[in-house]
T-cell receptor
């Protein structure tokens, strides 16, 4: 069975500082990996995804993530955060050969302070 | 292009009642998935429909059901509501039939059971 662990439930950071949100997954088969963001009272928006190829994936809003197969990790990074990045971030996986089912981590609340 | 729409946005029901939630996917999308989001359990997959067929179902009791119409609009129904069914119900649509494609989420329906 697949599972996703987001290692930090909350990450406080000052504006313009770098940030890393950590995600580890467990699966017996190959997976696709995603990061979604949820702003208050809204649905989820895709930041980036890893399907195959280059392990460094660039997404929207200046975010990037690196897939590490040996460590089964997919950490999200941004070199300089803005107040507007304050939101909940979810790491998710879906299984090769499966359908569109996403397994989500518990989420990381990023709080950017001035 | 219009996004995923969900109606109603907010709903208050009493224990024992039933409820139907509606989701209209992005035009041309034939895959619709439903997720339940709660503070305790996080984001959990309910089911996915593609071309009116349920392709995948999460680990929820039979009180949770859904369907998809020929125009790809989907409804989910919860019968005999329990307090624990209070949640944000999110619908997502995808153009892609298989995994790895971007899923576009609606704003959700906030269900409160009293």
């Amino acid at each position: 069975a697949q599972s996703v662990t987001q290692l930090d439930s909350q990450v406080p950071v000052f504006e313009e500082a770098p940030v890393e949100l950590r995600c580890n997954y467990s699966s017996s088969v190959s997976v696709y990996l995603f990061w979604y963001v949820q702003y208050p009272n809204q649905g989820l928006q895709l930041l980036l995804k890893y399907l195959s190829g280059s392990t460094l994936v660039k997404g929207i809003n200046g975010f990037e993530a690196e897939f590490n197969k040996s460590q089964t990790s997919f950490h999200l990074r941004k070199p300089s955060v803005h107040i507007s990045d304050t939101a909940e971030y979810f790491c998710a996986v879906s299984e090769y050969g499966g359908y569109n089912k996403l397994i989500f981590g518990a989420g990381t609340r990023l709080a950017v302070h001035p | 292009k219009a996004g995923v729409t969900q109606t109603p946005r907010y709903l208050i029901k009493t224990r024992g009642q039933q409820v139907t939630l509606s989701c209209s996917p992005i035009s041309g999308h034939r895959s619709v998935s439903w997720y339940q989001q709660t503070p305790g359990q996080g984001l959990q997959f309910l089911f996915e429909y593609f071309s009116e067929t349920q392709r995948n179902k999460g680990n929820f009791p039979g009180r949770f059901s859904g369907r998809q119409f020929s125009n790809s609009r989907s409804e989910m129904n919860v019968s005999t509501l329990e307090l624990g069914d209070s949640a944000l119900y999110l619908c997502a649509s995808s153009l892609q039939q298989g995994p790895g494609g971007e899923q576009y989420f609606g704003p959700g329906t906030r269900l409160t059971v009293t």
